[in-house]
């Protein structure tokens, strides 16, 4: 089962920022949070991922909260290509012990709006 | 990024038939690949892991003897559904962990196949 909570979905106004949340109450020490995105009929798309700092690459800004227990992921400028389902999930780390699969939840269906 | 390439993309087939999946790593060598499936307006559930020279682990619920899974070198895996039934219609996905990417490395997605079955 999926160990996060996601809204079902959000709207956001063109070139807004989108700030999608999510709770993961049940985070272990060692488990990663991570995002990706659904664009529709196509494969996810990797959008980024941390431990515990923030973090920010070229697509997104990752926030999490000092207890981990949630996180937001930042769209900072929104565009109409940017509607997707966005789904987080949390993995541990690929081990010897572990594949690192991902187990997806509902995730959020962000709709862009003009 | 790491390309991940499924083929066919989409297949239709009559009641009774196999079809085959295939998921391709482009540049860069796979040891674990994972299978998921997905209906419309639903999530990806993952059906199994596929790994190199051994033999798929399959999720809970998930019939290995309807979806066969052979993952024969470092850059392919393929699915087989045999017998298909119009219940299997559903889009499926692979994707693969690059051996260089161990650790918390990202995990990359095919584009998926959607398989309808009449």
């Known amino acids: 089962d999926a160990k996060t909570t996601q809204p079902p979905s959000m709207d956001c106004a063109e070139g807004r920022a989108a700030n999608l949340p999510c709770n993961h109450s049940?985070?272990?020490?060692?488990?990663?949070v991570y995002w990706y995105r659904q664009i529709h009929s196509q494969g996810p798309q990797y959008i980024i991922h941390?431990?515990?700092n923030n973090e920010t690459n070229e697509m997104a800004s990752l926030i999490i909260t000092e207890d981990r227990k949630s996180s937001t992921l930042i769209l900072p400028h929104a565009t109409l290509r940017d509607t997707a389902v966005y789904y987080c999930?949390?993995?541990?780390?690929?081990?010897?012990?572990?594949?690192?699969?991902?187990?997806f939840g509902q995730g959020t269906t962000l709709q862009v709006k003009p | 990024g790491a390309v991940v390439s499924q083929h066919p993309s989409w297949v239709i087939c009559k009641s009774g038939t196999s079809v085959k999946i295939e998921c391709r790593s482009l540049?860069?060598?796979?040891?674990?690949m994972f299978w998921y499936r997905q209906f419309p307006k639903q999530s990806l559930m993952l059906m199994a892991t596929s790994n190199e020279g051994s033999k798929a682990t399959y999720e809970q619920g998930v019939e290995k003897d309807k979806f066969l899974i052979n993952h024969a070198s470092l850059t392919l895996s393929t699915l087989t559904v045999t017998s298909a039934h119009p219940e299997d219609s559903s889009f499926y996905i692979c994707?693969?962990?690059?051996?260089?990417?161990?650790?918390?490395?990202?995990?990359?997605f095919g584009e998926g196949s959607r398989l309808t079955v009449l």
């Open positions: 994707s693969a962990r690059s051996d260089r990417g161990q650790g918390t490395g990202e995990l990359f």
């Open positions: 999930i949390v993995r541990v780390a690929t081990g010897s012990s572990n594949t690192g699969k991902l187990i």
């Open positions: 049940t985070i272990s020490g060692n488990e990663y």
């Open positions: 540049d860069f060598q796979a040891t674990t």
């Open positions: 941390g431990l515990k």
